[in-house]
């Protein structure tokens, strides 16, 4: 099967730091892959490189089959993105996010009725004329975590989705992380929290120093051996 | 492990400290330190200066003088009140977690109110006003320099008190109708005044002149009488600092319901715009107008100028000026930060085809919106009760300023907002959008710029030739078109924009 994620000698580094160092990456349609590691593995930077929001130092990223530093802007039509910290615009509401990001991609007019339903879906219907500075960081997450798969992108990437979020909000993104699985995009999750890593994906690719350590099914992390031999790659 | 109460004095050097750590740049070191020393420095120098001027008209200045030094302290009342108490070395979600004390905060806005131009611009006014009406240089001078110091000390502290009072009185619905119904009757209070030629009256009775008095008594060597001035003027100052402290602390532990009015209340959906370009504009008008401090600095910008400028009947020859100071201002508000609307949204927001482009022209119009609005704001304030204009060149050359120092504050803020990004909120009402000693830099910066602008513009008006001052208007804008066109390139490369987006999102 094709990789609608590709990525082959990917080198990003700040200065002195080098953040990832030179890997290969390929997730095929229809593939879920936790991205898991250590603070500093490189699981964020990884995924702002795939979002087309930091450009690579070197090395060929591809996302749906477009190279992401030749064709940016072709890029960000294929993914969605939820970054790991904010990714909302302070003043503005859910619904005005929403607005702008069916403008900004061009989606048809029955766009309300798909942002309805997320809304209900991620229980922030009641929220979607409020300002989000005012919602707490679990609500903050769901949003980002909603407006990133708003659009049913091909690519879903999803920085530390969990992270502060209720068990129902849990329950909606392990439920749209399915759904994009099923309609054949590919999805890749970056998370501290190993156990929703394996209940969310099928592959688990393990980070450290910006390289990767491990590729193996994700049930494989599973139960106390799995948390054992996990704790055993990271160090 | 148990933690003792640590003194605000203890506090407030290593918040210091870890301040002036955080500025890395060499360049930026020095050019602060410089900033930092230019009024000490205009100030010798200029007392020397005027020292060569005739003093024939000795006299009339120093009627004037308590009018200079009333403006000063209503200047030190404006001023944190519109900082909603006074700048703070550090946004207070970043102290959130120690145990800061109310003491240590009201000694840090304290410590940050020259870093202010329009502070240090009015102390070397006052310094340089009353050595000219005391006389010549001498150990007298310092005398009257030392009275001078005491007064600032005195005004600038009682400003804060007062204005950390009224954030206090301002965290309940009832208590900022009650500041809006003093306003408002202040503002009525002096527009009968001004209607009713009282002003004079009123200025000659200004209990400033005492200030000036007590500097004249050390210029004369009445020691008793100056020193006594002199003690009052610093017992006064410890009084308000403790008033101060005790404001500040009941400010801070007032609930308030800035949250509810801000965070929670619903606020109504708007109809869709034809362009692109107009919804992105939309989300920044939306930012600006709901963000706390960029309301009120709006607000005090489209009021306040324009108000003064009323008050004083000024002529077009001084209006010339105005718009230049009007629009360094309206810069100062968050165009020199002009991303920084985005925050932590940025992040989200680079991912969506086709912002890039669309987001910096909508950055630039929003900054251009505001500084138009304001300049117009004052001068139509200002035109009001203008004498009338000498000739058509007094209009145009106002017109042409307004539209030049707007365009190069504009250029100017973009390309900083560009170069030299910072995470800030501007959620709380003391937000700046950018450290202390950055946008003392940037105040520096713009004020010089659009000062010039103002001089030549208003030196051309006196050639009375109506078309030379919009001829004259054309390579600035221009230059202003081109240099907004370099920063916009600037912007479209990945690098720079991934390090803009990282930088104001705080990712």
């Given at each position: 099967m094709s990789a609608v994620v590709e990525a082959r000698g990917l080198t990003v580094s700040f200065g002195p730091v080098l953040?990832?160092?030179g890997f290969d990456l390929s997730v095929p349609a229809g593939a879920t892959v936790a991205l898991v590691?250590?603070?500093?593995?490189?699981k964020s930077t990884t995924l702002k490189v795939l979002a087309g929001v930091l450009p690579p130092t070197s090395g060929f990223v591809a996302v749906g089959g477009v190279d992401v530093s030749r064709h940016p802007e072709r890029a960000r039509g294929r993914t969605g993105y939820c970054p790991d910290v904010g990714g909302l615009i302070?003043?503005?509401t859910p619904w005005e996010h929403l607005h702008l990001a069916a403008r900004l991609r061009g989606m048809g007019p029955d766009w309300p009725d798909r942002a309805t339903e997320l809304l209900d879906r991620f229980d922030l219907l009641g929220e979607a004329?409020?300002?989000?500075?005012?919602?707490?960081h679990g609500m903050g997450r769901r949003m980002s975590v909603l407006l990133a798969a708003f659009h049913e992108p091909e690519v879903l990437l999803l920085d530390?989705?969990?992270?502060?979020?209720?068990p129902l909000g849990v329950d909606a993104t392990l439920q749209v992380i399915q759904e994009a699985r099923l309609r054949g995009a590919a999805v890749l999750v970056s998370t501290h929290l190993l156990d929703l890593a394996v209940q969310a994906c099928q592959e688990a690719v393990v980070l450290r120093r910006g390289q990767v350590v491990a590729a193996a099914p994700?049930?494989?992390?599973?139960?106390d051996a799995g948390a054992e031999r996990y704790r055993t790659l990271l160090s | 492990m148990s933690t003792a109460t640590v003194p605000a004095r203890s506090q407030l050097a290593p918040l210091l400290r870890l301040r002036l750590t955080m500025v890395r740049s060499g360049l930026l070191r020095a050019m602060l330190l410089v900033a930092l020393l230019l009024p000490a420095l205009l100030c010798l120098v200029g007392v020397f200066l005027v020292d060569l001027?005739?003093?024939?008209?000795s006299f009339n200045v120093a009627l004037g003088t308590p009018t200079v030094y009333l403006a000063f302290v209503l200047l030190t009342v404006m001023a944190p009140l519109a900082a909603g108490g006074g700048y703070e070395l550090y946004p207070p979600e970043q102290l959130a977690a120690y145990p800061i004390r109310p003491r240590t905060v009201f000694a840090g806005t304290l410590l940050l109110a020259p870093v202010n131009l329009a502070w240090m611009l009015n102390v070397v006014a006052l310094v340089l006003i009353t050595s000219f009406a005391s006389g010549?240089?001498?150990?007298g001078t310092v005398r009257g320099s030392l009275s001078v110091a005491a007064f600032v000390a005195v005004a600038t502290v009682g400003g804060h008190a007062i204005a950390w009072l009224v954030v206090g009185v301002r965290q309940t619905r009832t208590g900022r109708w009650l500041t809006w119904a003093a306003a408002a009757g202040v503002g009525l209070t002096v527009v009968y005044l001004v209607r009713f030629g009282y002003t004079f009256t009123l200025l000659d009775a200004s209990p400033t002149r005492y200030a000036l008095v007590n500097s004249l008594q050390g210029y004369n060597e009445l020691y008793r009488a100056w020193a006594t001035g002199l003690v009052v003027m610093v017992v006064g100052t410890a009084v308000l600092a403790w008033a101060g402290v005790r404001a500040t602390a009941w400010a801070l532990r007032r609930p308030g319901d800035h949250a509810v009015r801000d965070g929670s209340r619903p606020v109504r959906r708007r109809r869709s715009t034809p362009r692109l370009l107009g919804e992105l504009v939309a989300v920044d008008r939306a930012s600006i107008w709901r963000s706390v401090p960029l309301r009120r600095g709006v607000l005090v910008l489209l009021i306040l100028p324009g108000a003064v400028a009323a008050m004083a009947g000024m002529s077009w020859q001084s209006l010339v000026l105005l718009p230049g100071l009007v629009a360094a201002g309206a810069g100062l508000l968050f165009g020199v930060n002009a991303?920084?609307?985005?925050?932590?949204g940025s992040t989200w927001l680079a991912t969506?085809?086709?912002w890039a482009g669309p987001a910096f022209v909508a950055k630039a119009w929003a900054v251009t919106e505001v500084c138009l609005l304001a300049v117009a704001a004052a001068v139509a304030g200002g035109a009001?009760?203008?004498?009338?204009?000498?000739?058509a060149a007094d209009v145009t050359a106002t017109a042409a300023a307004a539209a030049t120092a707007c365009a190069l504050v504009v250029a100017s803020s973009m390309r900083a907002s560009v170069r030299h990004p910072y995470r800030a909120d501007?959620?709380?009402?003391?937000?700046?959008?950018?450290?202390p000693g950055v946008m003392a830099l940037h105040s520096l910066r713009l004020a010089v710029l659009t000062t010039t602008v103002g001089l030549l513009f208003s030196g051309v008006a006196?050639?009375?030739?109506?078309w030379l001052p919009l001829v004259l208007a054309v390579p600035f804008v221009s230059w202003a078109g081109l240099s907004l066109i370099e920063t916009s390139r600037s912007w479209s490369q990945p690098h720079v924009r991934s390090r803009v987006v990282t930088t104001v999102s705080g990712g």
């Open positions: 953040a990832v160092a590691g250590r603070n500093g593995a490189g302070p003043r503005a004329d409020r300002v989000t500075a005012g919602f707490s530390e989705p969990f992270d502060g979020v209720d994700a049930a494989e992390l599973a139960g | 001027v005739p003093d024939e008209q010549p240089v001498g150990w991303f920084c609307l985005d925050s932590s969506l085809p086709g009001l009760r203008a004498p009338l204009p000498g000739s501007l959620r709380g009402p003391r937000d700046t959008p950018a450290p006196f050639l009375k030739v109506w």
